[in-house]
T-cell receptor, first 114, second 111 residues
Framework: DVKVTQSSRYLVKRTGEKVFLECVQDMDHENMFWYRQDPGLGLRLIYFSYDVKMKEKGDIPEGYSVSREKKERFSLILESASTNQTSMYLC?????????????FGPGTRLTVT | SQQGEEDPQALSIQEGENATMNCSYKTSINNLQWYRQNSGRGLVHLILIRSNEREKHSGRLRVTLDTSKKSSSLLITASRAADTASYFCATAIYNFNKFYFGSGTKLNVKP
């Protein structure tokens, strides 16, 4: 079974703190994604990576950065957390095989910034 | 934006009834996928339909795609209480590295 794991299910941080959210997948997928999910807004793409050290901005990259030093790990960094970054963060991966674009999701991290 | 839009936003039915959810999108797609999310959890892939397909079945799920209308529907037959969840459509355009999700349909199946 494909497994995507996220470092924390729940996280509470203070405004201004630097926050690291980690995501690991065990299927040797090239592509990894970070989304945030807010009520009424669905999932919005923050950043994605199609290879080690490669990244592209999604629709809402402001206030975030990412790191992909190893193929299996994709980190989302909040440089200086703000209350409007309180959200559910979802990591996903897919292998980019033309026969299947299915994304595999982690369980999510619910981040609260106070 | 390419984002898909689901309709209705919420749906409440009795166990055993069928549930139909719709998704509309704006630009040409490579494929369209449906996902389920149980409360507070990650998304689980249900079914994928390619732009050259019109209908697809998987168990109690039936998906249709009308590219001329830029719309898709997900039908869950003989619903169960365990089907209670949010359902999202996601579209993949020809740059397959990006997916666009709608805001979801919240389905409640009453026992």
């Amino acid at each position: 079974d494909v497994k995507v794991t996220q470092s924390s299910r729940y996280l509470v941080k203070r405004t201004g703190e630097k926050v690291f959210l980690e995501c690991v997948q065990d299927m040797d997928h090239e592509n990894m994604f970070w989304y945030r999910q807010d009520p009424g807004l669905g999932l919005r793409l923050i950043y994605f990576s199609y290879d080690v050290k490669m990244k592209e901005k999604g629709d809402i990259p402001e206030g975030y950065s990412v790191s992909r030093e190893k193929k299996e790990r994709f980190s989302l960094i909040l440089e200086s957390a703000s209350t409007n970054q309180t959200s559910m963060y979802l990591c996903a991966s897919h292998g980019g095989d033309s026969a299947s674009y299915e994304q595999y999701f982690g369980p999510g991290t619910r981040l609260t910034v106070t | 934006s390419q984002q898909g839009e689901e309709d209705p936003q919420a749906l409440s039915i009795q166990e055993g009834e069928n549930a139909t959810m719709n998704c509309s999108y704006k630009t040409s797609i490579n494929n369209l996928q449906w996902y389920r999310q149980n409360s507070g959890r990650g998304l689980v892939h249900l079914i994928l339909i390619r732009s050259n397909e019109r209908e697809k079945h998987s168990g109690r799920l039936r998906v249709t795609l009308d590219t001329s209308k830029k719309s898709s529907s997900l039908l869950i037959t003989a619903s169960r209480a365990a089907d209670t969840a949010s359902y999202f459509c996601a579209t993949a355009i020809y740059n397959f590295n990006k997916f666009y999700f709608g805001s979801g349909t919240k389905l409640n199946v009453k026992p």
